[in-house]
């Protein structure tokens, strides 16, 4: 941006013959603006290095280490970067200006190339800051939590689906529990797949991760199907290393619902987004039924009738089943992969 704006600058000053700009070098440069331009470039590669060291680098590195080690690693490296990047376009520029000027001094003085890396890094920290604020509270939530979007309860139709480990006290008993941890660390990482199909996570309790969708994205193309399975996928392709490294592989059950539900801000040392309402209760529900049913996947009549491409799966009808708490019987269906 600083780049385009120089060159912008010297652009239309020439254009306009302002007088404030009729000083040689500044016409001599005026002729190069081309130089501004490579400034730009060398910001739009530190830009994408950065973003390549965050999604590589960093996700890798919060696997085995703190979060405060590694914002502080990234800070360093990209502070780093930062630094080099300048001194290399500056290094640039005043070759440039020595070339076209028989200028031998620079063309800021040294506080003011301090000042802008001070600048730089600064910026660099306050987006790593916010960066990691969102990661904490979940993609987009932190603009809702500056705007207040849900200070007051609001009603929304969304999907909900309960995931969760099977035989996971059976297998917490055979490792101990810091061995079941990382174990349980682990998947929750390798379902970090079901981002690339919309769906926000909402909680992580003990063994089992809530998941949930604005209810128009999540019913397009069936997207919270296909999410549980690429989970079930990534889990397929890991498991030697799973049996290799716990001696067990992993097999999660699921149940998924969709109805409103009410969002809403709460909390004042901790704040976060919480849903409240019976949909999320009678999605619990029916996740309890997977073992009984023999079901890996669990859905309610209300969502199978919302569904759009029914012939990409198998679709069993096990009845109306007598939920805890509820009145009324939910019909439910057993879904597989065709």
């Known amino acids: 941006m600083v780049g385009l704006l120089g060159y912008l600058r010297v652009h239309f000053a020439l254009l306009d013959n302002v007088q404030s700009f009729q000083h040689p070098d500044i016409i001599a440069f005026g002729r190069y603006r081309l130089a501004f331009i490579g400034a730009m470039f060398i910001s739009i590669f530190f830009s994408f290095f950065s973003s390549l060291l965050d999604v590589v680098v960093m996700r890798k590195l919060l696997q085995k280490k703190s979060l405060g080690f590694v914002m502080i690693f990234g800070l360093l490296v990209q502070s780093t970067l930062i630094m080099v990047m300048m001194r290399t376009a500056l290094n640039f520029i005043n070759f440039l200006m020595r070339s076209i000027t028989n200028n031998t001094g620079r063309i800021a003085e040294i506080n003011e190339i301090r000042?802008?890396?001070?600048?730089?890094?600064?910026?660099?920290?306050?987006?790593r800051i916010f960066i990691e604020i969102e990661h904490k509270l979940g993609p987009g939530n932190l603009s809702k939590l500056m705007r207040g979007s849900y200070y007051n309860p609001k009603e929304v139709q969304r999907i909900f689906m309960f995931v969760d480990l099977k035989d996971s006290t059976k297998l917490a008993e055979e490792m101990g529990h810091l061995k079941f941890s990382?174990?349980?660390?682990?998947?929750?990482?390798?379902?970090?797949?079901v981002d690339d199909y919309g769906a926000e996570v909402y909680q992580y309790v003990?063994?089992?991760?809530?998941?949930?969708w604005q209810a128009k994205k999540g019913l397009k193309?069936?997207?919270?199907?296909?999410?549980?399975?690429a989970f079930t996928d990534v889990l397929k392709k890991r498991e030697q290393?799973?049996?290799?490294?716990?001696?067990?592989?992993?097999?999660?059950?699921?149940?998924v619902h969709?109805?409103?539900?009410?969002?809403?801000?709460?909390?004042?040392?901790?704040?976060?987004?919480?849903?409240h309402?019976?949909?999320?209760?009678?999605?619990?529900r029916i996740q309890s039924h997977c073992n009984n049913l023999q079901a890996q996947l669990l859905m309610s009549e209300t969502l199978y009738?919302?569904?759009?491409?029914?012939n990409k799966f198998n679709f069993h009808d096990v009845g109306s089943i007598k939920l805890k708490g509820k009145v009324e019987e939910q019909k439910l269906f057993k879904i597989e992969r065709i």
């Open 115 to 127: 000042a802008l890396i001070i600048v730089l890094i600064l910026s660099s920290i306050l987006s």
């Open 182 to 193: 990382s174990f349980i660390k682990d998947c929750f990482h390798d379902f970090a797949v």
């Open 206 to 212: 003990g063994d089992e991760v809530i998941i949930s």
């Open 221 to 229: 193309n069936d997207r919270f199907l296909h999410a549980f399975f």
């Open 241 to 255: 290393y799973y049996l290799d490294t716990y001696g067990n592989a992993p097999f999660f059950k699921a149940g």
């Open 258 to 275: 969709i109805g409103v539900s009410v969002m809403t801000e709460v909390g004042e040392i901790k704040k976060e987004f919480c849903f």
């Open 277 to 284: 309402g019976d949909t999320l209760n009678t999605t619990a």
């Open 305 to 310: 009738d919302g569904l759009v491409e029914r």
